[in-house]
């Protein structure tokens, strides 16, 4: 199991070995190519992302400071919301103007930054739900048990195969709303598995859950991997983005900036300036220190002059 | 005191027509709210479509009683359509605004008097019942046991009106026990996490108002063929407000909720009405007069509602661990 895991890994990065660390750079087997997605909310442009590809089989991180547009440009691609102008294609095929529920089908199924577990649903409920071509969700098909209860027994037996992978097997019968933060994170990540998705997209699957489930959530991210699935998902946390992606993507004010695997991409300068330099505490020498202030301090004189001339 | 004649008017009422009708738009808005979360306050307009659909097919067209009961189902569909496809896209709460407008403006339409000749404006219609009473297995005469009395006509509605009530109660159980239901559930907890699960929420919330509003529609016809006549002011919003406070307390998202809500909502309003007009004239309570009871009536409905939503929020039926839920 742990050979084969590193296996997939070791794929996963041979993969990108060929691919330039430059924003748009092509990928030897995309799963998803997106072109010129744009979404204006009135004057403030919120994503304007030229050219991705996303790899197939390997888990990408899409990374950026607050505001560049991710959570956005997560609901273009999954219909969540209209984009003004853009296509991408998944599997080769469209899929912009597609409805959401459409998208899902396709097999590219996404999570929610805000965990929507259904509450007032037992745990076990929750997950049959994601279960696709269900006959008992026809009306008339409905109201004859024996038409449909067989293919919910065999969506039971697989929902509970998941729950025990995500240890939530004991809290079948439990109200989701009961669920610590964690849980739900967990429960949502296995429903959205019900799908049977070709691509996971979780939007920030880290937030509000606490260190002790942070490894065993990052390990059913690998895992997902390890079942040939492709993930794309946004985060804070560096150190998670560093642990477990293969390829890293940057955004800022809507734009992709750069491109790289994780061990590199944080030492591209335009990442630095648009992301790290501002929250990391960047090792600075003294001299750059130094420098940093001169230039600070020049660029304010050069426009402070103007002001003491006109007053002048 | 008269306690004989209090307690068999409010048992009357207790299974009586208005409790028939109240159970069925009630079943009706469970579909809606309790299931589905779509916050109808237009039920009457439902009602309202059922009743005229039927007595404008008899009364103004000459048409045979089946037609008539045919254009009130075609009739709610139609405006359930009607009212989904522009406010299901949207959030709930103007959802709400839109019904509440739509159900006004079906009362307005049949009250006016331009369209007098159809709708018959402000006296409504009559003389539609006849085929309907034809039916009637039993002879003329008064039926009952105990305290509680019927006529022959009024036994009929109510054998009709039961039956559709059971009916109603059982299509409603076995598809809320389905994955149809499951997914109704889904939505009214959260939609956007249904939609990410490939489901089209659009076409089940309209397929939720459409069915509330057939057994809505039902509601009408019984509310029209009780009282051998149909009035615009009968499906005013009031209405509604009555159907969802037998919602309430009954218990939201439970089958057998409305039906045990309105039983109860007609009995003690009843009661308490008959109670307090007898000791007025015993001269018991002497401070207000007989016209006075009415109103004051309703004041301690409200009242007791408002009891009702602080000690016992989730209704008789209701779950206590689902209210917990949303104090999280």
């Known amino acids: ?312 | 005191m008269d306690w004989e004649l209090i307690f068999s008017r409010a048992l009357s009422a207790g299974i009586g027509t208005e409790a028939v009708i109240y159970a069925l738009a009630a079943i009706g808005l469970n579909i809606h709210f309790g299931y589905t979360g779509l916050l109808n306050f237009g039920q009457a307009g439902f009602l309202a479509v059922g009743a005229y659909g039927l007595a404008t097919t008899i009364t103004t067209f000459g048409l045979p009683f089946w037609l008539g009961v045919t254009v009130g189902l075609v009739g709610a569909v139609l405006f359930a359509l009607l009212l989904g496809i522009p406010t299901l896209r949207l959030r709930a709460d103007y959802l709400a605004i839109v019904t509440i407008a739509a159900a006004e403006i079906v009362r307005l339409v049949v009250r006016s008097v331009a369209l007098r000749g159809t709708f018959g404006g402000t006296d409504g219609l009559d003389s539609f019942s006849g085929d309907f009473y034809a039916l009637n297995p039993y002879s003329p005469g008064s039926y009952g046991f105990w305290l509680i009395k019927f006529d022959h006509r009024t036994l009929w509605v109510l054998t009709v009106g039961w039956i559709l009530v059971a009916a109603a109660c059982a299509v409603v159980y076995l598809v809320m026990k389905s994955p149809w239901g499951r997914v109704l559930k889904a939505i009214r907890e959260d939609e956007d996490a249904v939609r990410s699960l490939g489901k089209n929420v659009f076409s089940y919330k309209m397929q939720a108002l459409v069915f509330g509003g057939v057994v809505g529609s039902l509601a009408g016809f019984l509310f029209a063929l009780s009282r051998a006549a149909t009035q615009p002011d009968l499906f005013s919003t009031e209405l509604t407000f009555f159907a969802y406070t037998v919602l309430i307390l009954g218990g939201a998202a439970r089958v057998a909720g409305p039906v045990v809500g309105a039983m109860i909502f007609w009995l003690l309003l009843i009661l308490v009405k008959t109670g307090m007009e007898e000791a007025v004239n015993h001269q018991v309570i002497t401070f207000i007069t007989v016209n006075q009871v009415g109103s004051i009536n309703y004041m301690l409905v409200g009242l007791g509602l408002i009891l009702l939503l602080i000690y016992r929020p989730q209704g008789i039926f209701g779950d206590k661990r689902e209210i917990a839920l949303d104090a999280r």
């Open chain 1, 1 to 312: 199991m742990h050979a084969e895991t590193v296996n997939r890994r070791a794929q996963a990065q041979a993969a990108f070995a060929e691919v330039a660390p430059e924003p748009g750079a092509p990928k030897p087997d995309p799963i998803l190519v997106v072109d010129d997605v744009i979404r204006r909310f009135g004057g403030l442009t919120a994503v304007d992302v030229k050219h991705v590809e996303i790899q197939r089989g390997s888990i990408t991180a899409l990374i950026g400071p607050n505001g560049a547009g991710k959570t956005t440009f997560f609901n273009q691609l999954t219909g969540f919301d209209t984009a003004d102008a853009g296509t991408w294609t998944f599997n080769g095929r469209q899929l912009n103007g597609l409805p959401a529920h459409k998208v899902a089908r396709q097999g590219m199924v996404r999570t929610f930054q805000l965990t929507k577990a259904l509450s007032k649903l037992t745990v076990l409920e929750n997950m049959r739900l994601g279960a696709q071509k269900q006959r008992g969700e026809n009306f008339f098909r409905a109201l004859v048990s024996s038409l449909w209860q067989g293919q919910e027994d065999e969506i039971t037996v697989r929902a509970e195969e998941l729950l025990e992978r995500f240890k939530l097997d004991k809290k079948r019968d439990d109200f989701a709303g009961s669920l610590s933060g964690g849980q739900r994170k967990l429960l949502e990540m296995a429903r959205a598995l019900m799908v049977g998705p070709e691509l996971v997209m979780l939007d920030e699957p880290m937030a509000g859950v606490n260190p002790a489930l942070t490894q065993s959530l990052l390990g059913h991210v690998k895992d997902l991997r390890e079942q040939g699935m492709t993930v794309l998902f946004v985060e804070h946390d560096m150190d998670m983005v560093r642990d477990i992606s293969d390829w890293v993507i940057v955004m800022a004010q809507g734009a992709v900036i750069a491109e790289g695997p994780p061990d590199t991409i944080m030492a591209d300068p335009r990442v630095i300036d648009a992301y790290l330099g501002a929250h990391h505490d960047a090792p600075l020498t003294v001299a750059e220190a130094e420098q940093q202030l001169h230039e600070a301090e020049a660029e304010l004189e050069a426009e402070l002059v103007p002001e003491v001339e006109e007053k002048a």
